[in-house]
């Protein structure tokens, strides 16, 4: 079983940045891809950006393009999100989840492992 562990989330003011963690542990992780999904409260989850962990390809929702920046360290089994100028907007609880078969950008229901989320509230 494959546990992941997300770190980083805190409090800060628009404007500022925040380095999201996602950590792998348990059997051989070796997912097709890693992405970061949030969810604000009373809100649906949605997905903010994706990693192959093969050959690093990266997409984003359009509202973070230019702003949050994902990459992995496979050596380490962790994946990060670099958020700069953080808006009220992105507040929401932010969860890492990996994708073991096909496809880029698959369906919410289709990511096998998800971790525990860590909050981010960006204050104006």
């Known amino acids: 079983q494959v546990q992941l562990v997300e770190s980083g989330g805190g409090l800060v003011q628009a404007g500022g940045s925040l380095r999201l963690s996602c950590a792998a542990s348990g059997r051989t992780f070796s997912p097709a891809t890693v992405a970061w999904f949030r969810q604000a409260p009373g809100k649906e989850r949605e997905f903010v950006a994706t990693?192959?962990?093969?050959?690093?390809?990266?997409y984003y929702r359009d509202s973070v393009k230019g702003r949050f920046t994902i990459s992995r360290d496979n050596a380490k089994n962790t994946v990060y999100l670099q958020m700069n100028s953080l808006k009220p907007e992105d507040t929401a609880v932010y969860y890492c989840a990996a994708h073991v078969g096909y496809g880029f950008v698959p369906p919410i229901d289709e990511y096998a492992y998800w971790g525990q989320g860590t909050q981010v509230t960006v204050s104006s």
């Open positions: 990693i192959s962990w093969s050959d690093g390809s990266t």
